[in-house]
C-alpha cells in the first residue's frame, strides 16, 4: 500500500501530528484523492456522497474567508444540494429535502464549497450499546487511516477520517457525547464542540436539544476558528441559539498571539486512566505545556455515577421526542414519520440489523415519563455544570481542564462493537454543553491521541486560544506505523 502512504503524505506524515493549517486545494485534486483512496485502494468509507454541484460551486463561491475552501459535511445534516441526509440509515436513503442547515448556509456565504457528506456511525450511534463506531447501513465501515483495522471512533467518524486522509480542508461533525472530539482525537486532528446554542442545529437529524451540537473538524485551531466564526449565530428556528449572537465573535483572533504564559490548568489526572503508555505521552503534553509557561493544578475528581444514568435518561427521552418532530417536519413521503416507524423499519429490513440490533431505540421509545425526564435532565446540568465543571474551576482557580481526549483507536469489531482504552473527560462537557477542544498531542505506537482542553459557557473564543497556543508549544515527533500494520 506504498501509494497509499504517498497521498497521504501530501497532507502530512502519516501518523504525525500536523504543524500547521492545511493549505486549501482544489476540488478536483480532492475529488481525485477521494477516487483513489476512498472509493478503491484502501477504500476508507469516509465519504458517503460527492456533491455534483461541487465543481460549478468552486467557480462561482462569493468573496469570503473560506472562498473556494472544501468542507465536508456530516450525513446528518441537510444541505440543499441533491444529496439525501440520511443519519447513515436505509430508512433515510431517499430523504432529499433541498434545504441547507443554517450552518451551511452560513458556511456558504462565506465562501465554502459543500463538497459531499461523510459516512457516519448510524443514528449518530445512538442505535445500540453494541453498534461498531463508523458502520452505517447506507455507507458501511470507515477506516482508521493511520491502521486501516483501528476504529474511527464515531459517530463523526468519517468527517474525522476524510480530514486525516486529506480528502478536503475540513469537515463539519456533531456531537451528543464525544461523536466530534472521540473521532478526531483518534484520527490524529483537532476537533471542536462550541458551548450548546453557539451553532444552530436546524435541519440537523437530533438525539438531543440539551446536549447536540455541530462542530467543525480541522487540522489546525485556526482552521476550526475560521469555520467556527462562520456558523456563529442566532437561529430564530433553535431556541438554544437566543444569545449566540452576543457571543459571536472572529474566534480567530489574537489566536497567533496566545500564550500559555501565566495560565493555571487544571490537570484531570484521574480521567488519563492508568495506561502507562497513554500516560507517559500526556506527562509529555503536561511537560510542554509547563515549558510554555503554564501552572499545572492537580485535581482529584471522578465523574458522579449519577451524572451518567441521569444523561441516559434525558437522552432517551429526547431522542424519542426530538427525532419524532425532526421526522414529521421533512418534506415529501419518507417512510418514517417516528421513532416507532424506524424500529418498525429496522425489523422489516434484516441488512440494518446484520451486525447489531435497535437496543437504545427501544428503550427510548419506552422512555415516557416527563417527570422523570425533566428531573434527570435537571440533575445532569447541576452535576457536569454548576457542581461540576463551573466548580472545578472555580475552586481550584484555573482557566481550564485538560486530561487526554481518548485512548488510541481500538481494532474495528461489527460483532461486538470494541472498546478500548477508555479515558478522558469529555462527558461532563457534553452534559454542561461547555466548550470541549481537542488538539492532537502524539500517539502510541502511531496511533494519535488528542490533549482536551475543557472550559465554561460561552468561552468558547479562550478555549481555542489556549489550544493553538498549546499547539505551537507541543514537541512534535514523528511517527511512523509498523510494516506489519500496512501489509508490507
Known sequence: MAYFRTILATTFALGAIPAAAQTPESIATYLSRIAAIDDSGPMLNAVIAINPNALKAEATAPAGPLKGHAILIKDNIETRDPMPTTAGSLALAGNITGRDAPLVARLRASGAVIQGKTNLSEWANIRSDFSSSGWSGTGGQTKNPHALDRSPCGSSSGSGAAV???????????????????????????????????????????????????????????????????????????PATTTANAHKTDFTEGLAEASLKGMRLGVMRKQAGTDPKVLALFAKALADLKAAGAELVEIDWSFPEDMGKREETVLFYELREDLGTYLRSLPGNPSVRSLADVIAFNKAHPEELRWFGQDVFEKAEATTDVAGYRTARETSLRLAGKDGIDKLLADNKVSFLIAPTDGPAWPIDLVSGGGGIRVGAGSIAAVAGYPHLTVPMGGVEGLPIGLSFIGAAWDDARVLAAGAAYERARTVPVLRPSLKRWGE
Open 164 to 238: 486525516a486522509a486529506g480528502l478536503a480542508w475540513a469537515a463539519i461533525g456533531t456531537e451528543t457525547d464525544g461523536s466530534v472530539t472521540c473521532p478526531a482525537s483518534v484520527n490524529g486532528i483537532v476537533g471542536f464542540k462550541p458551548t450548546v446554542g453557539l451553532v444552530s442545529r436546524t435541519h440537523i437529524v437530533p438525539i438531543s436539544h440539551s446536549q447536540d451540537t455541530p462542530g467543525p473538524m480541522t487540522t489546525s485551531v485556526r482552521d476550526a476558528a475560521m469555520i467556527l466564526t462562520a456558523m456563529a449565530g442566532t437561529d430564530p428556528a433553535d
